[in-house]
């Protein structure tokens, strides 16, 4: 047998090379390259692997661990999970950063591998330096907390493990159904130990991206609901786009007459203009999907978890004889609600479909009542967007503008705070990948790294990150990164004071404000309640290396975002924003409980709209 003399680092490194992903005859490697900080557990093994390798797998450097998987997981999502990035930690707590980024990818289904730095496997010098010394076992490492937020988790000990690991860790990766983030522990001695591993290990392989239907079965007892169906509703989810299904929805929407509304991952599946396209749906939906919804007699699920923003928590659908059918790769998500799971890709499922229905000459449906509860949103939308004269900008002015001034492939990208559902209901995208809004796990700190992830996947599209001075205190650093790297942001800051979301849920709840904002504590009251904290936003990122403007009216965040247009490098606009109009509700619901008891009227008040809320809530079995 031929074989190479290898470090277990080497090994990793030189594999990683060699892996591609192929869907619909188009190849790609797998990694564009790796992400890394390096320590102690990792600078002489997988650091000392980079470095030798050199231009074959690109080493990126960013500042927080936690942004660079992060910044993986956007890269990824834009590129419909067919290449990634590796990254890399020391042991402790360069390890431990990472795991919100792999909650963030795995709740997002999105492949990301993870090498965190482990303690020596020889164990002679422990403890080592950051070590955690768990004593019920010497097994256990901080990178145990990986489990449950990976979707493979191995451990090397021997150097031939990972003739066995590194395959399965590909599969999973590779896998629709089962992806996200995927760890490999490597303890820092073991990265540095030599082996004969078989040459052919380290061949092309590629990882062929597959489009499994479903059974026969499913398929024609579907078609027939479907055929049906008076009233029938399409929910799709970022599941269609990572498929490149918009063409086909697209056409089946529209050769039967199904209204299709919009999830967060799903938002831009359709131009938010398409005929069919009754837009986004549940808790922070918009008029006209809910209103469909909530009569609908079928709904047909495509790509989406169908999480409780997406179902109002369970009260979007109030008829009492709905039906629910549900396109997923994935077996889990396909049985969600008690759905009919069509279990399969969702371009090929939808195709299997339309010819079905085709067969069953299903009627087509008329558009003209869609065209009118479309109106009535779109118009509600304008009013929202439009900036007023002489009165201070507000949250949804902000979008518009921003929005007016993006072309039609650039990208907006959000992840936390008020934004996200002000941008669902307020956004209107052109293309399937103008619209990233990371709310899967709604992670504070996603933005600004994601942004860079974006940009790195499309470096021809300019990319507005959506950010609150909330996140943008939690994490911000990647925008040295992003000037290092010559990738360009639009960052728009919108400062509300802090955490203007949370308040919100807070005070409609029946509380009064406490502890979301960003005051000063008053001695007084002991709470933090004294005057605003005033951060100096644009004197921070320039700071940073950022070009900075600042803009409080309409016609000033014009002008900015025309000047970012020409500028090279990361823009920082900051929007501080005094109005604290909000945008309400449209019918659409969230499952936050109150407190079933207290002294204060107004929480007993909250609580009783509460139980009024959850009566709607329905089991789906
Ligand atoms: C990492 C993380 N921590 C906490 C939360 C809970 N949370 C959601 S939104 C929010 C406030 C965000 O503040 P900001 O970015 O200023 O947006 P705003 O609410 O003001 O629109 C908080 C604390 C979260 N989503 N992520
Ligand atoms: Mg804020």
Redesign the pocket.
């Known amino acids: 047998m031929n074989t190479i003399r290898l470090t277990v680092a080497q090994a990793i490194v030189k594999y990683l090379t060699v892996q591609y992903t192929e869907r619909d005859g188009e190849l790609q490697r797998f990694f564009a390259g790796m992400f890394g900080i390096f320590g102690h557990g990792n600078v002489t093994g997988i650091g000392q692997a980079l470095e030798e390798v050199g231009d074959d797998l690109t080493f990126y450097r960013p500042q927080n661990e936690q942004a660079m998987v992060h910044t993986a997981a956007a890269y990824t999502k834009m590129k419909n999970r067919l290449q990634t990035f590796a990254c890399t930690s020391s042991v402790g707590p360069g390890a431990t950063n990472m795991i919100?980024g792999a909650a963030l990818a795995t709740v997002n289904r999105l492949p990301v591998l993870l090498l965190p730095g482990d303690t020596f496997a020889n164990r002679v010098p422990h403890p080592v330096l950051q070590q955690l010394e768990y004593t019920l076992s010497q097994d256990v490492s901080v990178n145990d907390a990986f489990r449950p937020v990976s979707k493979f988790w191995d451990r090397i000990y021997r150097p031939e493990q990972l003739i066995a690991s590194l395959p399965e860790a590909m599969r999973v990766l590779t896998n629709p159904a089962e992806t996200g983030a995927v760890t490999v522990a490597l303890p820092e001695d073991v990265q540095t130990e030599a082996f004969d591993f078989p040459a052919s290990m380290f061949e092309k392989r590629v990882w062929k991206i597959r489009r499994p239907l479903p059974v026969d079965e499913d398929l024609d007892e579907a078609a027939a609901l479907l055929r049906g169906a008076s009233y029938p509703l399409i929910i799709a989810g970022g599941g269609v786009i990572y498929s490149r299904a918009s063409d086909a929805l697209d056409s089946f929407a529209s050769e039967f007459g199904i209204p299709v509304s919009e999830t967060q991952a799903g938002k831009g599946v359709l131009p938010w203009n398409h005929p069919w396209n009754v837009g986004p749906i549940g808790a922070a939906g918009g008029l006209a999907a809910n209103r469909i919804a909530r009569d609908a007699d079928l709904v047909l699920a495509i790509g989406t978890r169908l999480a409780d923003f997406t179902t109002s928590s369970k009260t979007a659908f109030q008829n009492p004889h709905v039906e629910l059918l549900s396109i997923n790769v994935g077996s889990m998500d396909a049985h969600k609600l008690g759905a009919l799971p069509l279990v399969g890709d969702a371009r090929a499922t939808i195709d299997a479909l339309a010819c079905r229905l085709r067969a069953l000459k299903a009627p087509v449906r008329d558009v003209t009542p869609v065209t009118d509860l479309k109106s009535e949103w779109d118009a509600a939308v304008d009013d929202l967007i439009q900036p007023r004269d002489g009165e201070a900008l507000t949250?949804p002015q902000v979008i518009g503008l921003v929005n007016a001034a993006s072309g039609p492939e650039d990208v907006v990208v959000c992840?936390?705070?008020?934004?996200p559902g002000d941008l669902l209901k307020l956004w209107r995208p052109l293309s399937p990948k103008g619209y990233h809004v990371e709310y899967g796990?709604?992670?504070?700190?996603y933005e600004i790294a994601g942004g860079l992830g974006v940009k790195m996947a499309g470096p021809g599209r300019e990319v507005y990150v959506m950010?609150?001075?909330?996140?943008?205190?939690?994490l911000h650093t990647e925008i040295v990164t992003s000037i290092q790297e010559g990738y360009k942001l639009t960052i728009v800051l919108?400062?509300?004071?802090?955490?203007?979301?949370?308040?919100?849920l807070q005070t409609q709840s029946g509380s009064p404000p406490f502890g979301?904002e960003l005051r000063y504590r008053n001695e007084r009251t002991n709470r933090l309640d004294g005057p605003t904290v005033r951060v100096d936003f644009a004197r921070n990122a320039a700071s940073l290396g950022a070009k900075a403007y600042t803009a409080t009216t309409a016609a000033e965040l014009r002008d900015a975002l025309e000047s970012a247009k020409s500028e090279t490098i990361t823009t920082v606009i900051y929007v501080p924003i005094e109005s604290q109009e909000r945008v309400r509700g449209f019918e659409g619901w969230w499952d936050v409980p109150i407190a079933e008891v207290s002294d204060q009227s107004d929480i007993n008040t909250a609580r009783d709209e509460y139980e009024a809320g959850r009566a709607k809530q329905r089991w789906f079995i």
């Open positions: 919100t949250q992840a936390a705070g008020g934004m796990y709604s992670c504070m700190g950010v609150g001075d909330g996140s943008y205190l939690m919108v400062d509300n004071g802090g955490f203007r979301c949370i308040r919100e979301n």
